[in-house]
Antibody, heavy 117, light 108 residues
Framework: QVKLQESGPGLVKTSETLSLTCTVS????????WSWIRQPPGKGVEWIGYVHVSGTTSYSPSLKSRLTMSVDTSKNQFSLKVSSVTAADSAIYYCARGNYLHGVEVWGQGITVTVSS | DIVLTQSPGTLSLSPGERATLSCRASQRISSDYLAWYQQKPGQAPRLLIYGASSRATGIPDRFSGSGSGTDFTLTVSRLEPEDFAVYYC?????????FGQGTKVEIK
């Protein structure tokens, strides 16, 4: 059974870079689109983007200029970097596995990130 | 990118009633790449329906999805107490994936 676990700092300073890692266990990383999704407090979910093991990425247009996603299959991990963060980037960040059959099909438990000066 | 608009924002119903949730896309979604999720407080969303009408593993048959093109519907035939939650639709038909803003199903 595949499990995803987010890790990273829970507090990031304004204007700095938010960095998160997702560790995948119980399944190969091949043939899936490894996604990041976030949810600001009390609001809906927002798709951030995905990375494929081939290196293909797709990013939300509203965040694209500040995003970097990568995958490390040797560690069974993928990562997210968001630069120049503001308070509007405070949210629960979920990592997830997706494909073009099910969409986003497996979610991590989420990690709360707060941006503050 | 494709914008998904869900309606209503909130649905107030009693247990045993039928819930009908709508998701409208700003552009046609090819091959029914439309999914539905349920989210309860403090939990990650859970996949209910994919491909517009296929139930995910372990999802009760009181949940059903329908629709095509730009108009999609999630129906819960008889609401159980555990079904009161927020529901999201999600399109994955092109490389830019998006979610709707959600419909809250609350106890009347």
């Amino acid at each position: 059974q595949v499990k995803l676990q987010e890790s990273g700092p829970g507090l990031v300073k304004t204007s700095e870079t938010l960095s998160l890692t997702c560790t995948v266990s119980g399944a190969s990383m091949n043939n899936y689109y490894w996604s990041w999704i976030r949810q600001p407090p009390g609001k809906g979910v927002e798709w951030i983007g995905y990375v494929h093991v081939s290196g293909t990425t797709s990013y939300s247009p509203s965040l694209k200029s500040r995003l970097t996603m990568s995958v490390d299959t040797s560690k069974n991990q993928f990562s997210l970097k968001v630069s120049s963060v503001t308070a509007a980037d405070s949210a629960i960040y979920y990592c997830a596995r997706g494909n073009y059959l099910h969409g986003v099909e497996v979610w991590g438990q989420g990690i709360t990130v707060t941006v503050s000066s | 990118d494709i914008v998904l608009t869900q309606s209503p924002g909130t649905l107030s119903l009693s247990p045993g009633e039928r819930a009908t949730l709508s998701c409208r896309a700003s552009q046609r979604i090819s091959s029914d790449y439309l999914a539905w999720y349920q989210q309860k407080p403090g939990q990650a969303p859970r996949l209910l329906i994919y491909g517009a009408s296929s139930r995910a593993t372990g999802i009760p048959d009181r949940f059903s999805g329908s629709g095509s093109g730009t108009d999609f519907t999630l129906t819960v035939s008889r609401l159980e107490p555990e079904d009161f939650a927020v529901y999201y639709c999600h399109q994955y038909s092109r490389s830019l994936w998006t979610f709707g803003q959600g419909t809250k199903v609350e106890i009347k």
